[in-house]
């Protein structure tokens, strides 16, 4: 039963990713696109491109406060036993424990890092199969 429950977790992290990392970017592709109108069907225009950018950034910085916000309410209270800290979260003078090779990240960690492995990895083979050269063809 707790494999169901590991497999149903990561099935729901996976699309959760994708969602993030290719919906996120879609949806501003397709707001630029109701933005620019018909007026250029082969031209995109220098506005439309910096609402495009910036909405890309300025919706992921929102999600990444609603995670924070999320992760401070899911956080466990004081007096309660913590695991040990994310690799990424020490400072370089802190020491690893011994005895712990472990870590523990919680959801909200666990999907921004699977959402930057999959559009990692999305990317690389796009650009390895479907972009094509980009010298001239002579």
Excluded at 28 to 42: F, Y
Excluded at 46 to 53: H, K, N, P, Y
């Amino acid at each position: 039963m707790r494999t169901i429950g590991t497999i149903i977790t990561f099935a729901a992290t996976v699309v959760a990713a994708a969602l993030i990392g290719f919906g996120v970017p879609l949806a501003w592709i397709w707001i630029g696109s109701q933005l620019q109108g018909d007026s250029g069907a082969t031209t995109t225009s220098f506005s439309v491109a910096m609402a495009i950018l910036f909405g890309i950034i300025a919706t992921y910085v929102l999600l990444l406060y609603l995670a924070g916000i999320l992760m401070a309410l899911l956080e466990p209270r004081e007096g309660t036993e913590i695991g040990p800290r994310a690799p990424w979260m020490r400072g370089q003078t802190e020491t690893r424990p011994a005895s712990s090779r472990h870590t523990i990240i919680n959801g909200v960690e666990r999907l921004f890092v699977v959402t930057t492995i999959v559009v990692s990895i999305a990317f690389w083979l796009w650009f390895a199969f479907k972009a094509g050269s980009p010298l001239p063809n002579q």
